[in-house]
C-alpha cells in the first residue's frame, strides 16, 4: 500500500500547492471585493444615516411648528373633535392609576400639552404628591403653566410641587427611577423618536412604575369605529378649517392616525422597552386604546 502511495505523494503534494497557490490570490480578491464593497458602502450608509436624520429633524420641526399654531385654540378643538369625549378617556386614563388608594406619587405627564390631564391628577392625587408636567414645545407649555395658575386649581396642596420641564421625550433631564407614574396621552404618535423616548420612560420609571399612554389606532372595529373613523378622516380638517383657520394641522393629525401602530405593534413596542404585564383596553370601537404597562422591579 505505502509503495503503491508514494509515487502519488509528491503529485498530491503539488495539486495542492497549486490549488493553494489559485485560492490565494482568489482569497485576496475576494477580500479585496469585500474591502472595496465596504469602502462602497460607507459612504451609502453616511448617506442614508444622514438622511433619515434630516427626514428626523424636519418631522420634528414640522410637528412643532403645527403645536405651536394650534396652541391657541387646542382646548376648544379637543372640545370639537371629539363632542367632549376626550375628557372621559382621560378621566379613565386618570382612573385606571388608582391615585385614591395611593400615597403620595410622582407623577410625570408626557407630552402634557395644555396640562389637562395632569390636572386630573393633581385633582385626585395624595396632596404630598409631586407632579411632572413634560412637553418639548413652549406654547403648549404655556397653557399648561396657565392652567396651573388658575384658582380652581392654585388650592391644591400639591401644586406646590408641580414642575414645568420643556425637554424632548427622548431625553427627559431627570434622574433614574425617579417618577411612580408616567403617562403619555395623545403625544405618542407625534414623537420623531419613539424608540428612545420608550426606553427614557422606561428609565425614567422606578422598580414597579407604572406606564399609561392613551393613544388612536389606525384601524376601528363595528359600527363606532366606522363612524370614529368616518369622523377623522373628513370632519376633523373640516372643523379644523372653520374653527381654527387652519386645516393643514388637522390633516396632520387624521394622516399621524393612519401612519401609527396598531394596539398590538405598540404593545409589541413596550415589551422591546423592557415593560412587563404589557396591555391595553379599546375604546370607541377600536379607534383608541389606554395602554399600560409596569418596570417590574428586578
Ligand atoms: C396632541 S397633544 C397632547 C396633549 C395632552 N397630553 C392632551 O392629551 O391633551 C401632543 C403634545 O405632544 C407634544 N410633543 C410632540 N412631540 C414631542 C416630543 N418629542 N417630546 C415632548 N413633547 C412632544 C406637543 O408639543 C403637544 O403638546
Same mark, same amino acid.
Given at each position: 500500500m505505502a509503495a503503491s502511495h508514494s509515487p502519488r505523494a509528491p503529485a498530491r503534494a503539488t495539486a495542492r500547492a497549486s490549488t493553494e497557490n489559485m485560492r490565494a490570490p482568489a482569497r485576496a480578491s475576494s477580500k479585496n471585493t469585500r474591502a472595496s464593497t465596504k469602502d462602497m458602502r460607507a459612504p451609502a450608509r453616511a448617506t442614508?444615516? !444622514?438622511s433619515t436624520e434630516n427626514t428626523r429633524a424636519? =418631522?420634528?420641526k414640522n410637528v412643532r411648528a403645527i403645536f405651536e399654531r394650534v396652541a391657541p385654540y387646542y382646548d376648544q378643538m379637543n372640545d370639537a373633535m371629539?363632542? +367632549?369625549?376626550h375628557r372621559r378617556w382621560k378621566a379613565r386614563a386618570v382612573a385606571a392609576m388608582h391615585l385614591e388608594r395611593a400615597g403620595p406619587r410622582t407623577v410625570l405627564d408626557m407630552a402634557c400639552g395644555? +396640562?389637562?390631564?395632569?390636572? =386630573?391628577?393633581?385633582? =385626585? !392625587?395624595?396632596? &404630598?404628591? =409631586?407632579?411632572?408636567?413634560?412637553?418639548?414645545?413652549p406654547a403648549m407649555l404655556?397653557? !399648561?403653566?396657565?392652567?396651573?395658575? &388658575?384658582?380652581r386649581l392654585a388650592h391644591l396642596a400639591c401644586l406646590k410641587s408641580v414642575r414645568f420641564v420643556r425637554a424632548d421625550a427622548a431625553s427627559v433631564p431627570l434622574a433614574d427611577g425617579c417618577v411612580d407614574i408616567y403617562c403619555v +396621552?395623545? +403625544?405618542?404618535r407625534n414623537f420623531a423618536?419613539?424608540? &428612545?423616548?420608550?426606553?427614557?420612560?422606561?428609565?425614567?420609571l422606578r422598580p414597579g412604575g407604572h406606564f399609561l399612554c392613551l393613544e388612536f389606532a389606525p384601524e376601528a372595529r363595528g359600527w363606532l369605529g366606522a363612524a370614529a373613523h368616518a369622523?377623522?378622516?373628513?370632519?376633523?380638517? &373640516?372643523?379644523g378649517a372653520w374653527l381654527a383657520q387652519d386645516k393643514a394641522s388637522y390633516i396632520y393629525l387624521r394622516d399621524s392616525i393612519r401612519r401609527f401602530l396598531t394596539p398590538a405593534r405598540l404593545e409589541a413596542e413596550l415589551r422591546g422597552a423592557g415593560l412587563q404585564r404589557v396591555s391595553h383596553r379599546l375604546m370607541l370601537g377600536g379607534r383608541l386604546a389606554l395602554h399600560q404597562g409596569w418596570k417590574v422591579a428586578a
Open positions: 442614508a444615516r !444622514a424636519s =418631522r420634528e371629539s363632542l +367632549g369625549l395644555s +396640562g389637562d390631564i395632569a390636572a =386630573r391628577v393633581a385633582q =385626585r !392625587a395624595h396632596p &404630598q404628591s =409631586r407632579l411632572i408636567c413634560v412637553d418639548n414645545n404655556a397653557l !399648561a403653566r396657565q392652567r396651573f395658575a &388658575q384658582p +396621552g395623545f +403625544g405618542l423618536e419613539r424608540t &428612545q423616548a420608550l426606553a427614557e420612560a422606561h428609565r425614567l369622523w377623522t378622516d373628513t370632519v376633523v380638517p &373640516q372643523l
